[in-house]
């Protein structure tokens, strides 16, 4: 099971690539829940993460 790839908007191309040819398979795309508060950095910087990549073998489908 591969772990979810979190991005900002200006890295997310980078995140569907390395995904895609990492698992290779197309990725779903979910935006970050940030109504907690939380702060997600993205994968490539330091950045707020905006996007999730994953697909349902990721455990981004069993989350709550």
Do not use: Q
């Amino acid at each position: 099971m591969k772990k979810p790839i979190y991005s900002c908007e200006e890295h997310i191309d980078e995140a569907l690539d390395d995904w895609v040819y990492g698992v290779e398979t197309f990725p779903e795309l979910e935006l970050v829940d940030n109504s907690e508060n939380l702060w997600i950095t993205c994968g490539y910087c330091e950045n707020k993460a905006i996007y999730m990549v994953g697909n349902e073998c990721s455990d981004t489908k069993y989350r709550n």
